[in-house]
């Protein structure tokens, strides 16, 4: 069941459009803004854009509706799907303020095949727009909105999920960053990592000194200067550590209670052998077809497990009977297979999977930061902290 935060925003858009623009955005004067989000998220938009011009931005609305989407996903000829050239024009904006551009994720998608999803993704990826993101020196914030058809298909009580959302994004990030900081030195100088759940998962992984990702909700001056895309990315609610490890190095075995597959068909008792990195021999009580059919598109890259992340919200709370597992909620461990490139990693397939890994322990080399789906600080696992950074 979830908990309700307490909110400190509620739907006080001005208030959460300036936390938006000022804090996490660092908006200067003269520079170009997108916003871009869904028809149900105008009144978030509209405040954002107001906010922009009073720090002396330039904004710019992009709004979709589901109807649209939906005609895009479904509708366009098979032989039409190509690379968004939109995608290009964003690259001309200082900043991007991204809110969910469908309302209802569930209905936008059903009908469409595994392939011409897949379709979708490869285009994508060809185009090279994720690359020139790194090179566009852009930042963006991307903020969730508390949907009613989200909160009634995944069952939950629309009103406790909403304060959870907006008081999430009105947490205290300057904790935030000193954990999220402590964490990613830790992670960053590592060499192997161990995680292991109640329903089963034990696995362990070469961490293989690659880039870390800390995101505590706020773009900091050092931020804005990183040169990978995802260092100069915040997420509201904000807090998470990730990364990626050697896409052949995790071995053991996977389990995941309750989650749904994207189309929203429920996955339940799914267990997997790992071996050098590959998702083997997958069973489940339910959905194993379901999701077997989703990932056939994606070949063996689809199912390399090779991403990680670990969430530090202590306002978001998760909810395993009703597969709600958002990943920032403090404690919750997730394990991806798929793309990992903008991330520092080998792996370019278009698609993936994120496993939910609730009630996990996850160790470093031996030490632990994760205990039971509870942090563990860095101090306490008898690692030496790392300095204060101002914001993150």
Request: proline share 4%; aromatic share 6%.
């Amino acid at each position: 069941m979830l908990l309700s935060a307490g909110s400190a925003f509620g739907q006080d858009y001005e208030k959460i459009a300036k936390q938006i623009v000022n804090t996490s955005a660092g908006v200067k004067p003269g520079e170009a803004v997108i916003i871009s989000g869904g028809q149900h998220t105008m009144p978030l938009m509209e405040a954002i854009a107001v906010e922009v011009a009073r720090a002396g931005g330039q904004p710019r609305m992009w709004v979709q509706t589901d109807k649209v989407v939906r005609a895009v996903n479904l509708e366009t000829p098979e032989e039409a799907i190509q690379a968004n050239k939109f995608s290009n024009m964003s690259l001309q904006a200082d900043v991007f303020i991204g809110l969910p551009t469908v309302e209802d994720g569930r209905a936008v998608v059903t009908g469409i095949s595994t392939a011409r999803r897949a379709k979708f993704g490869q285009v994508a990826a060809a185009s090279g727009y994720q690359q020139k993101l790194d090179a566009s020196m852009q930042r963006g914030v991307y903020v969730t909105y508390p949907s009613k058809s989200y909160a009634a298909a995944q069952q939950l009580d629309y009103a406790g999920y909403e304060q959870m959302i907006w008081g999430s994004i009105g947490a205290d990030y300057s904790a935030i960053a000193v954990q999220a900081e402590q964490m990613k030195q830790l992670l960053a100088t590592g060499k192997k990592m161990h995680i292991t759940s109640p329903e089963g998962t034990d696995l362990t992984v070469d961490l293989g000194s690659r880039p870390v990702f800390a995101d505590d909700g706020v773009l900091s001056a050092a931020d804005q200067q990183e040169k990978l895309i995802y260092n100069r990315t915040a997420n509201l609610p904000g807090g998470l550590v990730y990364g990626t490890f050697q896409e052949t190095s995790a071995t053991g075995r996977l389990a995941v209670a309750n989650d749904n597959v994207s189309d929203g068909k429920p996955l339940k008792g799914f267990k997997a052998d790992l071996k050098n990195g590959q998702v083997e021999n997958v069973q489940a009580e339910v959905g194993a077809d379901a999701f077997k059919a989703q990932m056939a598109a994606y070949g063996a890259p689809g199912l390399q497990v090779d991403k990680f992340s670990i969430g530090l919200n202590p306002l978001m709370k998760t909810d395993n009977a009703k597969a709600y597992h958002p990943a920032t909620a403090a404690g919750m461990v997730y394990v991806n297979t798929g793309n990992n490139a903008l991330y520092g990693g080998q792996n370019k397939t278009p698609g993936g999977y994120s496993f939910p890994i609730i009630n996990a322990t996850v160790e470093i080399d031996g030490k632990t930061i994760v205990r039971n789906g509870q942090l563990v600080s860095p101090t306490m696992a008898s690692t030496k902290s790392a300095a204060k950074k101002s914001r993150k």
